[in-house]
């Protein structure tokens, strides 16, 4: 089965730019979904097929897809985007990555 | 607006199954290309998808779950239920359903708030 690697962590200094990869066999193939999660909300999609933002989503996320690896890019960084982030992509079926906890220092 | 519940019970005994209840508004599940999956998160573990139903009954099971699971809906009542059989400890998670729209490897773009399932004798 499909799988996908995320970093377990990902620490990035206020105002400072984040980057958290997602790899996978010829990811770059595939439509990729990034999902915020805050502690006990439900995961908020904040980029779908690579790098675009739904409505309401700053312009700060954006997102690149290519090879084996997806990049999910937050400028910025501010303390509200600490969270766990996940990547998901469709093969036979659906995978999670395995999720990034982004601190902001 | 789009809005996902999940509702069922919070405790469960091994070996028992599991019925859980997603009811939703701001859309209709007998729009072509609409589907609503589910989606479970151990305590401090990360995502792992279930099942997916679309609108056209068509439905979708993770590999490693499907023995065990049934995705089923009621587009007259706005519900989509999800059933897994023989529950056991590990299966302790909060249970999510989420809307898509599309084919093709849509995301999931509205999620319910979740409910959290316990399996404990």
């Known amino acids: 089965s499909y799988e996908l690697t995320q970093p377990l962590s990902v620490s990035v200094a206020l105002g400072q730019t984040a980057r958290i990869t997602c790899g996978g066999n010829?990811?770059?193939?595939?439509?990729v979904h990034w999902y915020q999660q805050k502690p006990g909300q439900a995961p908020v999609l904040v980029i779908y097929r690579d790098s675009n933002r739904p409505s309401g989503i700053p312009e700060r996320f954006s997102g690149s897809n290519s090879g084996n690896t997806a990049t999910l890019t937050i400028s910025r960084a501010q303390a509200g985007d600490e969270a766990d982030y996940y990547c998901?992509?469709?093969?036979?079926?659906?995978?999670f990555g395995g999720g990034t906890k982004l601190t902001v220092l | 607006q789009i809005t996902l519940k999940e509702s069922g019970p919070t405790l469960v005994k091994p070996t028992q199954t599991l019925t859980l209840t997603c009811t939703f508004s701001g859309f209709s599940l007998s729009t072509s290309g609409v589907g609503v999956g589910w989606i479970r998160q151990p305590p401090g573990k990360a995502l792992e998808w279930l099942a997916l139903i679309y609108w056209d009954d068509d439905k979708r099971y993770s590999p490693s779950l499907k023995s065990r699971l049934t995705i089923t809906k009621d587009t007259s009542k706005n519900q989509v239920v999800l059933t897994m059989t023989n529950m056991d400890p590990v299966d302790t998670a909060t249970y999510y359903c989420a809307h898509s729209d599309g084919y093709g490897g849509v995301p999931f773009d509205y999620w319910g708030q979740g409910t959290l399932v316990t399996v404990s004798s």
């Open positions: 010829n990811i770059g193939s595939k439509n």
């Open positions: 998901q992509v469709w093969d036979s079926s659906s995978v």
